[in-house]
């Protein structure tokens, strides 16, 4: 994480939202990653999507577990909740924090090995359970802090920077993801912040687990010819099946479109994703035709990119437990402890 506080310097000529802030104000710390990485650029994007956002940063809670990719909370939203877990168990973090305290607003940043090797198992529940997070993987197909051994998602035949090749097959964070019921399934490229705002946006908005997967090269490990997670790469094989815009509830909306290119999704808090269909024949709302298309796509060479599936009408973990909703700091303390009798008559029903 980082220690290092950035200058202070505000222009008065800075743009500020309506609650009066300015992008500087939903900054972090320095960073400490090396430079060029595409984190960095994931950061950036987090900062204007929450600035665009409006959104009042100690409402929102960021966790994440060990790697390169989790530093990032510290580098976005100074003033915001956070806690940065062991390694692979930021998920029932949390959803621990979720089951307490609903009203908050959850980012989860992890990494391709801090989510797909540890951690595989709570990325998959917690997906299953539909936690309501947007949970950012920053997916580089290596560990950058032990010197670039492949990861889980780094693909066969893949070649290290020493040029040794990857021998075994990836997991597919997206392709888990609609397999296991998540409910909102992104992929994009830290360079291209035009398609990451309007996601990250989307996302946040999404009652549900929302997977955003980056592909974020390391500059480091994994930025060379033979690498199938470079810039250059990713640059050349780049294939985006939705162009994403959002709309927030309180804007007015004034998105051109030709008849049939455009489809409007509506998220419970009103907010609006337009998805605006680069290949005709894509269905987002089609589970199964969704995976088909990524797979055939990869075997292609492409990386597929936008919101790839979307289920809006998903119930979340509270909704599906019938849990309350209420901050369990703002309930009663006789309604949080109802004494002895009632533990008993829980023990009964559960003989």
Avoid: W
């Amino acid at each position: 994480m980082s220690y290092i506080s950035k200058p202070v310097a505000r222009h008065p000529g800075q743009k500020q939202n309506s609650l009066g802030l300015t992008a500087r104000d939903y900054e972090g710390g320095m960073s400490t990653l090396c430079a060029g990485c595409g984190h960095d650029s994931i950061t950036a994007a987090l900062v204007q999507a929450f600035f665009e956002l409006e959104v009042v940063p100690y409402r929102v809670a960021k966790l994440s577990g060990i790697g390169c990719s989790s530093k990032t909370p510290a580098y976005f939203l100074n003033a915001s909740h956070g806690l940065n877990s062991v390694h692979g168990r930021m998920p029932s973090i949390a959803t621990g924090a979720n089951a307490a305290c609903a009203d908050l607003m959850y980012v989860g940043v992890s990494g391709d090995g801090d989510s797909l090797s540890i951690g595989l198992g709570q990325f998959a529940h917690a997906m299953r359970r539909n936690l309501n997070i947007l949970y950012i993987i920053e997916n580089n197909g290596v560990y950058g802090l032990t010197k670039g051994q492949f990861s889980a998602s780094a693909d066969l035949g893949s070649k290290s920077k020493q040029g040794v090749a990857n021998s075994f097959e990836p997991i597919d964070p997206v392709l888990t993801a609609i397999a296991l019921g998540g409910s909102f399934v992104a992929r994009s490229f830290s360079g291209d912040k035009q398609q990451l705002v309007p996601l990250i946006k989307a996302g946040l908005a999404h009652k549900g687990f929302a997977l955003l997967d980056v592909i974020s090269p390391c500059v480091t490990f994994n930025d060379h010819d033979g690498s199938t997670k470079s810039y250059q790469y990713t640059r050349d094989n780049f294939h985006e099946v939705i162009h994403t815009d959002f709309v927030p509830p309180a804007s007015e909306i004034t998105i051109r479109y030709d008849a049939g290119d455009l489809q409007p999704v509506t998220l419970h808090d009103g907010s609006q994703i337009y998805l605006r269909k680069v290949d005709d024949d894509y269905d987002p709302a089609d589970r199964s035709a969704a995976a088909a298309y990524i797979q055939a796509h990869q075997e292609q060479g492409e990386v597929v990119t936008g919101l790839l599936y979307i289920n809006n009408q998903a119930a979340d973990m509270h909704a599906i437990n019938q849990t309350v909703t209420t901050p369990l700091r703002d309930m009663p303390y006789v309604d949080l402890c109802p004494g002895s009798e009632a533990l008993k008559q829980l023990q009964r029903e559960f003989r």
